[in-house]
């Protein structure tokens, strides 16, 4: 157990839609990335955040975004949902900056399906 | 672009084997190289992670070994047992910034 926790686990959407995937970081951990992992790929890097604040992006459209709340946790949202949107979606957590390891701490991830 | 590139994408050793998965990079602004072990319906797990200032790091029977120079590491899994069957995926990044993941190998130990 890593102490991040994703809600919900599973999830079906039609296309068009939208969608809020939410994330509880690990204890003291400032700062939370989320990552797209299609099937049978490695995961792929969405965004971060940083005390709130987006600091880091992947090669991925606007309609992707997020929040990061006081207390670090955070959500994804997903606008005019796409059949190839269909992935886990991961959540880590982590404290960079950290003396040692900057070790990134993943969830059990979300289970989108869009049809 | 894959910025890490990972193989091979399946392995198959018997139990009590060695297990080897390679991976390459690029970049050389990486100074952060974490295995990730992740069971179906699971996330990722970090199981090791090594920095470029050293070329070995062993955690039980997991050890990974760097190479600089050739901008190459590998994970190699001893003694291999039925229970490490999963996907590994390797990943490099500069500290503090995003994770870039090989496509992942996945492993079966058979009794």
């Known amino acids: 157990e890593t102490g991040v926790t994703q809600s919900p686990t599973h999830l079906i959407k039609t296309r068009g839609q939208q969608v809020t995937l939410r994330c509880s970081s690990q204890s003291g951990h400032n700062t939370v990335s989320w990552y797209q992992q299609a099937l049978g790929q490695g995961p792929q890097f969405i965004f971060q955040?940083?005390?709130?604040?987006?600091?880091g992006r992947g090669n991925f459209p606007p309609r992707f975004s997020g929040l990061q709340f006081p207390n670090y946790s955070s959500e994804l949202n997903v606008n005019a949902l796409e059949l190839d949107d269909s992935a886990l979606y991961l959540c880590?957590?982590?404290?960079?900056?950290?003396?040692?390891?900057?070790?990134?701490?993943f969830g059990q991830g979300t289970r989108l399906t869009v049809v | 672009q894959q910025q890490v590139k990972q193989s091979p994408q399946s392995l198959i050793v018997q139990k009590g084997g060695i297990s080897i998965i390679n991976c390459a990079y690029e970049?050389?602004?990486?100074?952060?190289f974490p295995w990730y072990q992740q069971f179906p319906g699971k996330g990722p797990a970090l199981l090791i992670a090594i920095r470029p200032d050293v070329s070995e790091k062993k955690e039980g029977r997991f050890t990974i070994s760097f190479n600089k120079s050739a901008k190459q590491f590998s994970l190699h899994i001893m003694d291999s047992q039925p229970g490490d069957s999963a996907t590994y995926f390797c990943a490099a990044s500069k500290t503090g910034y995003a994770l870039n993941f090989g496509k992942g190998t996945s492993l079966l130990v058979t009794p």
């Open positions: 880590a957590s982590s404290l960079p900056g950290s003396i040692g390891l900057t070790e990134a701490f």
């Open positions: 970049n050389t602004a990486f100074d952060y």
């Open positions: 955040y940083y005390r709130e604040e987006e600091n």
